[in-house]
């Protein structure tokens, strides 16, 4: 970051002194007023919940324009990446700064191939979850558990440690994912196969059993692999904050990364791909295309605690590019699949376009993100609704990990500790308990 020329000064109504405050510019995107010895300075804190007008972080990951609604990982815009490169390139790419070239590539997949199998303790430790837990829970655990196994990599100030870990856990989420998915099935786990792609070990694991193998059709591990690209990185979103605060404390990388997963879990953030789904589906139970009017009157009743899922962003107030990818896998995904004329897909259409059109969301700039259309492509695949956010947190543990390593790497990093406005009880004695 550069020193800008621009001082930002803090004045006060009631006659303290003005405190002059450095400015900061990134790259692109907004400057940065350098608060941090502003305690020291005048013995206040600032008040943001929610991280409204905060920069937690300086970051050379991923850069989103919410206005323009540009998403770029390292530079690349995600339309390039999603049409030219797969997710072991995009791995590559968030993990080290650059595209790998074709040898690269090779090294890297070879590398997070070596790690697929999980520990053959682990199925143990799944047997002590009930079969309908939710994949979430499953996950929150299993993910935990990785540091109980893997000792030689849990020092987070070790960089091989880190390094090591990286490749454990985007090997490994596929396996695990799979596992928690044939454990509330009842069916056998599935070992992962090292001579398929990234998005078809997976699927396979998924859908094949010992008994009959499952051939995987192209437009559907392209449309995986899509998924992945898409939700692996999205600057300092809930959970990747969760997981540079967890990890700021020095705790190993498996345990940083399972607090990631926990903060997922919410239908604010990737549970929400679950909620739209099953928001659709309640549509279609009441009367499909003509209940809409109805269920978007219910939205804009602020009363009713309803919202319109898969809608709306904190850093999106335009469509969220990759809606639009993911509207356009959907497409093909049913196209290929005989399915163009999905009821679903059709009631996600026409919601989609009754709600650009009101008042309610265009003064809101409310749009479609990306999980709108992601529950669709994902139950077209054949996923249960109740996994897709377990497949969210797979593609974002890339993500979660170099944003870790690179927070590590940061000599400014320090361990997050947020500060508070105290608005309870000043100090006061204890009454004893006979006269309370
Ligand atoms: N349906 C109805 N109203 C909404 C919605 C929605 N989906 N999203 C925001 N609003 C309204 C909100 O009520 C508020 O109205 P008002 O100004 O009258 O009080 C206004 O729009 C601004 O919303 P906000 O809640 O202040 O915005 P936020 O930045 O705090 O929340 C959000 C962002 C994503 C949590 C929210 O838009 C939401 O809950 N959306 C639905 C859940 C969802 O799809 N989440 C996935 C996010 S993308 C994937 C990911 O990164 O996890």
Not at 36 to 47: E, N, P, S, V, W
Not at 58 to 79: C, H, N, W
Not at 98 to 124: C, D
Request: hydrophobic share 40%.
């Amino acid at each position: 970051m550069k020193l800008s020329d621009t001082k930002a000064t803090l004045s006060f109504s009631n006659g303290s002194p003005n405190v002059d405050l450095p400015v900061y510019q990134g790259s692109v995107g907004p400057d940065v007023i350098d608060i941090r010895k502003l305690y020291a300075q005048t013995g206040m804190f600032t008040y943001d919940p929610g991280f409204m007008s905060t920069a937690a972080c300086q970051s050379a990951i991923t850069f989103i324009d919410g206005d323009k609604g540009e998403l770029l990982y390292r530079g690349y815009p995600i339309e390039q990446l999603a049409t030219q490169c797969d997710f072991m390139e995009t791995c590559h790419l968030l993990l080290y700064g650059e595209l790998p070239n074709a040898e690269g590539k090779q090294k890297f997949s070879r590398n997070v191939t070596m790690h697929t199998m999980v520990n053959e303790q682990m199925q143990f430790f799944l047997r002590g979850f009930r079969r309908d837990a939710h994949p979430m829970a499953i996950m929150t655990g299993l993910v935990g558990a990785l540091s109980a196994f893997y000792h030689d990599s849990t020092d987070i100030n070790n960089p091989e440690h880190r390094e090591v870990a990286a490749i454990r856990l985007i090997a490994k989420m596929p396996t695990l994912v799979a596992m928690a998915y044939k454990y509330s099935a009842g069916q056998p786990y599935m070992y992962p196969q090292n001579d398929l792609s990234y998005a078809g070990n997976f699927m396979r694991m998924m859908f094949a059993t010992p008994c009959e193998e499952y051939q995987p059709i192209e437009v559907l591990v392209r449309a995986m692999d899509r998924i992945f690209i898409l939700h692996a990185d999205h600057e300092q979103n809930a959970s990747t904050s969760t997981v540079r605060l967890c990890g700021s404390s020095g705790t190993n990388p498996f345990a940083a990364i399972a607090a990631g997963v926990a903060c997922l879990w919410g239908p604010a953030h990737g549970g929400a791909n679950e909620a739209c789904l099953n928001m659709l589906y309640d549509i279609q139970r009441q009367g499909g295309v003509d209940k809409i009017g109805e269920f978007i009157k219910q939205v804009k009743d602020k009363n009713s605690g309803v919202k319109l899922m898969g809608f709306g962003h904190r850093v999106y107030k335009n469509y969220d590019p990759r809606a639009k990818l993911m509207q356009e896998t959907c497409k093909e995904v049913l196209d290929n699949l005989g399915l163009h004329n999905d009821p679903l897909f059709k009631l996600a259409m026409a919601l989609e376009k009754i709600a650009l059109e009101d008042e309610y969301f265009v003064s809101r700039k409310l749009y479609p993100n990306v999980d709108y259309y992601s529950g669709i492509v994902q139950r077209a695949i054949g996923i249960p609704v109740s996994l897709f956010t377990a497949i969210f947190a797979l593609a974002r543990t890339v993500g979660w990990i170099a944003q870790l390593n690179e927070m590590i790497g940061d000599p400014e990093y320090k361990i997050g500790r947020p500060r508070q406005l105290f608005t309870g009880s000043t100090k006061r004695d204890i009454v004893p308990i006979s006269k309370r």
